[in-house]
């Protein structure tokens, strides 16, 4: 029931063409979700600022288009999307069909207008080796999108621990970190040491033998010593970049 | 070497008792730690905005008491201590030697002197049921000392889901939130879905069977399909409220 | 807002006290829980014809004492509760704080009135071993004051498969069974093939070694060949015996 | 020994060429297979309503094309067959030799004739994402074809979970449900929650690292706070779907 | 239906009282198990050669008893009885009220008379260390009790290895062999490997750590490079004792 | 140092052309394997009745050549060979090599002279499912190329128990049997209680899902209540022929 | 066959009561193990340098009693015995009968005589925690018993990365390290990172939840991006503590 | 701060144009990196003796290769590089463009100059089987391009265990020993109990079912009774390499 039914309705039984008893049955049986959820519905995008989020994997091309067009008709000149682990050619094919769209290839990321105004505070992005460099461009690229300032320090495993070293100030002045590690996964605790800020741990799949497909890594994230790291799913750069904004945004 | 060492060698360089080339040699072979990482560890306190957490398990009674005394000797007009998974015996023979020490026994934790200003924002504490309530004191009571305001939801699993719906606003205005949940661990998906601010899950090892002593809500809340979830170890109720503290104090 | 206030308040619209953008600015405000999903709540109760199911590890004597009474309270005639894996010592304590309660300590359930009328048709509850008694006499008490009628067969391994076959009959006139069993958790499948009527699967954490403390009977009774044979968590006779009941009481 | 063969023996024992002792001999001596279990197999068809079902994984065309021949040779006239997770080419080779096939794409099902005549009962299939699609479309159709009349509500995890509460008037008059789910696998426990009826769970491989290839919706169905939830295979519509269509018809 | 009820029904029917279709149907509807299965059930303990065997976890004094009278009464002279994992305080109870009980509390077993011819071929019982003894001695005892005649090596793990090669010939002319290994489980294969008979392979859960309680020798086993190594359930002495002695007296 | 070289020495040391001191140090360094080790290893090509078996997997086409040229050299006339696991292809190209092969594509077993007496008992392997099958061929052909006699009974699952049950007679004849099962597994302990005698339990990897690549038929098998089931690797069809053949062969 | 009596009996051959078949039959049926692998034992004791250890758990106080005069018969003077995992109250036992025996409580390890000339390079013993202590100790003594110089570094987890820092010098110069870790296990490729030197890692069991009883730091280090890191079991100080003394005594 | 940029400050402050506090808290603030831990980076250079090494898996041709060639500008005449688990198709790649590099198929690796004088004492390198090959010789040739003399023992698997016992003299004379192994990885516990040096077994994923991709032969070796064996990560033949070259060379 929208809104103008909603004030027919009251008129009518203003205008006594409609019972009191029944007004009052009418309006108990509102669908809920027409007064509280659809708003809340609305709330959900207001606040996570983002319309949708779509993961690629196991939809077909046609299917993310449908999907895009959708979403881009809602808000026509912005173009607020975002698709997640899309190949170079399913980009390509959507690229084609819709125009303003961009793909940052080493995230697997493909989205539209980035914001122009981004905010004071700024993530942090550091991963361990050049193998963790796509879920580490995807946590980068999806707080990016969402309109977060990002620094990056990547490539900082233990052989390069020097590098971390370096950029201590960088790291300490950060609003928060993304910290993506393989194998061992011991970066984040590391830099959760040095930083004192939230850290958002993502193990990856990296590795190979004991690495577990990213278990060893996640078993070691949540047993880290440093009480400010908290970790997210194997591989999960989205999931990571968005809690990362979310922490930034707060207040 | 501590400061009043490198004056006098300064002097005496100045008074040119000490060649130029032979300073440069000292103050190369510095051990780092003298300038640099004491500094760090001093941030560390500072940022953090407390000295040091003892976590009880596998300690003597005398074990924490020579900790704390240490602790408490640095600032003894503050106290600011903590002490987690402590029992009440414990708790007892410390508070027996220590004035003005506080036990809360719902959440296991024993600290000093709980700061009087609070944060503008508060963290929600939310748990599913009965039985997670010492996991969610404990976060509850970790947050309040370190200075946050606290709003708490109990007991509000499956069973009790209109609870949670009563409780929207509160959810959706918290800073950020701390859910507390063992079995299926659904309930961080759930408040994430409504709240759309931070939620740190925390999985419990409530249940039997299949619910893995905590691994099974622990990896649902992985899965979550809310990207604004992330999560600490099992049962770590303190590495949640520290977490989350950390949120509501960012910037 | 009650059904008064919301008959008030629409009189005072007619009667033009209230502006119409008002009155509907408060109606799309109501909170949906008034409207919606307190009635779910009660719908629950209705649907599962039984107020609410207390688990009784890890509450104290006290607080499963407040909870029972405030159950009983609001139907005081009837006493309609179900405590589950209570042990006798609790079971006392209750018993003598309030009365008309019945403890079955082969089941370790408490309860209250058991209904007079049963259902026509009947679940059969059939266990492999001895050491899965208590669990299969969870799962017969449950569905037994739920309302269900009952019929047994006990101790009915592999080194007893004749017995099985003694009662095929019974076995294929039962509305639906619950079978027991822990170890090699086989018996469903044979039971589900000679019966064709729904089977609920419990697995037991009955056995030592690979039997991985009932993961091994879980995982056999997942992979079940016979389409007719789901599964719940191990132990977990009261989830079977309301199940069971649910399918008996169907339509 | 066939009926035949036992009635000239009895005619012989009758005509005294066969003397009482050997008679009784050889009727111990029959195989119980003629007597007993054959008929327990034909109950089995009776029961089940349906002759026989054939996973396609694993077996050659040619090998489902002999089955199915010797399936349809019994009732030619009705074709009652059910070929499992097979694929379009694999249908397209047995559609060109038997006449009368039915392929559901969407379902990976091949079938023969539909039943006219469906129950009065439905039961609803639930799924959450997009990509669980498959597994749930193999529960609807195989319910569909044994007879049950189904309603669908998919794609409804927890960002659109408006569009279940939409539905809740068509989820709890269901004579039962089956709810598929991957990742956190959660939804059979909300489903459940507001619908008192037996909800079949059906956990779904989609998803990735700590998903365990189904296994983290797996355990969290097993650990679910609501009593009607019972489970099934990761990824084995069919067998929900045919569980469910047993309670459906159950008395 | 017992053999003189269908010995007078037969008479019946020569006599001209019961129609052939009446008989045919009553002898196509006699329970297959009084034709068929209760021999099985005969046959199945003339082929063990053993009545019964009863596992004492989990069961009380009294229940044992009961089932050790049932037993012994079938065989008063003989009491072929046997009793596994029964502690000396459950033996002394039983020991009391049933006489020419024989209790062996290494292999934690009680048992009747032991038979006093032995099988010609023996049975080699090996283990690894000292913790492994128990399980070792179970699998002596069983074997023993059953009728084989037994040699042992006990404590012949890698620091004693040459112990082993000091009886190459007594494992070499043994009939099979029973090897019980806890920690990494290596024995079986070095023993097949000297031996070439049949190995049955007991893991033990004697360890900590990367023992796994057992899985890890359990693993080991099941890849051993030896293709005369089989394998039973952790800390199961009865059953590779069971197995072994089947071996024995094979032929 | 062969028996030649021995006798030589100990003459020359009579003739006093060697010191007792230089024939005690030569002595005591003899390389133990050429009076020891090397006759264990002959030993153990007589016991197990057969040279050496290869398992093609990783194995380059002409390593295996190189391999079987060296087998056979030994043995011309009977090419007493195995090679297991060998592809189509692979087995053509060896065939085009060596003259007297045959190949067995089921069971994609590899071997030369198939001996031509047979023992007295038989071995019978049974299998559940048709994808089962290469595993159960792979056990019956290495046993009958080893001389064992051989019954088959394949395809005798849940759903076609009374095939099993018409076979009861042929199961309790048998000198031991190999079951293969995959999904839950249970045909074993079914089996081995119709039997009494030994059975070797092969647990396939045929499944989905919870069947864990084969992992729950073998706990399921190890949980055995039939105390006359062992088990052997997942997918060993090899090594549970080799051990049924040793089981017929013993004694 | 000793020395002596191989002497008589070439004698008697020189002197022709033996004869040469009759010799040669004799001299190759010697017990290999006289000549070969009863040296190999000797050589055992010699190399290692340690005659035996003792495991106590699980063995009684007069077990261990037997086993340690045994040992100490042997070399009277020296005592050099070590029994690892033992409780005061065993040590106390065993001190009252064997004299020059002593006990580190700390370590849970007895031992005679401690070597007085140490090695010229040292073992560094690391540890993380305070939990971690007993393994680290056990390592310490271990190796200083076997007659290796030890220095320790106790309590540097991540809260206390500066006090390894302050030790960098120490750290490097060791002949090789032993690092014990529990939780997630990091600091043994940190100290890898520092050192260079062959690490011995020993992951313990301290933690809770997610460390796995000791597995997540198992893992870890398993994939410590450092090479020069290996791994003892969990828990094994004493495995680390003898594998450290065999580098540093190396060449 | 350069050391010229330091010398500038002390001039000035020498000169007086700098306070002396000024200077302190200038000297205070210097980057630790540029005094310490940029010397500790060179450090591990010269300690490890080798400047960088290449995991080739995930990296493309072109990121090689840019790597390779920032290695070799640094000592340009030596090449001393290593690049593991490289395809050949990539080294062609590589060797086409950058001169002196020497590609060893067997072991997967890619290096340059191999040193020409080699340390006194060996590694044995010994491996199980043929499939276990690769790894055994990536660990040879990492630590022969490192400097190591090595001795290698292939394919001793259980089969030759004669073998073995062949080489007892080289094995025992060995500095260190690497052992490869996968299904039971039995192998390390043999030859560390016959040669007392240490022992770095590799486990590898060579196996089917429950060899658990490794994982079995893993915790094998982390179980060994031998306490001269220590593990690295499945399939890590570098690694093992690398460790064994290490104790080859301390002091």
């Given at each position: 029931m929208d809104e103008k039914t909603l004030r027919g309705l009251l008129e009518r039984f203003k205008a006594e063409k409609v019972d009191l008893n029944d007004l009052i049955g009418k309006l108990k049986s509102l669908p809920y979700q027409d007064l509280g959820f659809a708003k809340l519905d609305t709330h959900r995008a207001l606040r996570f600022g983002f319309p949708e989020v779509i993961y690629a994997p196991g939809k077909t091309d046609q299917q993310i288009l449908t999907l895009l067009k959708k979403l881009t008709e809602r808000c026509p000149g912005r173009k607020r999307v975002l698709v997640t682990r899309i190949t170079g050619e399913q980009a390509a094919f959507l690229q084609k069909r819709i125009s303003g769209l961009r793909y940052f290839p080493e995230g697997r990321i493909l989205t539209g207008k980035i914001p122009e105004h981004k905010t004071a505070g700024y993530i942090m992005v550091i991963s361990?080796?050049?193998?963790d460099l796509p879920v580490a461009r995807e946590a980068e690229i999806t707080a990016m999108v969402l309109g977060s300032r990002i620094k990056t320090l990547y490539d900082v495993g233990v052989a390069g621990i020097h590098r971390l070293l370096d950029s201590v100030k960088m790291i300490q002045e950060a609003a928060c970190l993304v910290v993506v590690a393989g194998m061992e996964g011991a970066l984040p605790s590391v830099v959760a040491g040095i930083s004192g800020k939230p850290v958002v741990g993502v193990p990856t799949s990296i590795g190979y033998g004991a690495s577990l497909a990213g278990f060893t890594p996640l078993l070691t994230m949540l047993n880290?010593?440093?009480?400010n790291v908290v970790v997210v799913n194997i591989d999960n750069g989205f999931g990571a970049g968005f809690f990362a904004h979310l922490i930034n945004t707060t207040r």
């Open positions: 361990a080796g050049t193998a880290s010593c440093s009480p």
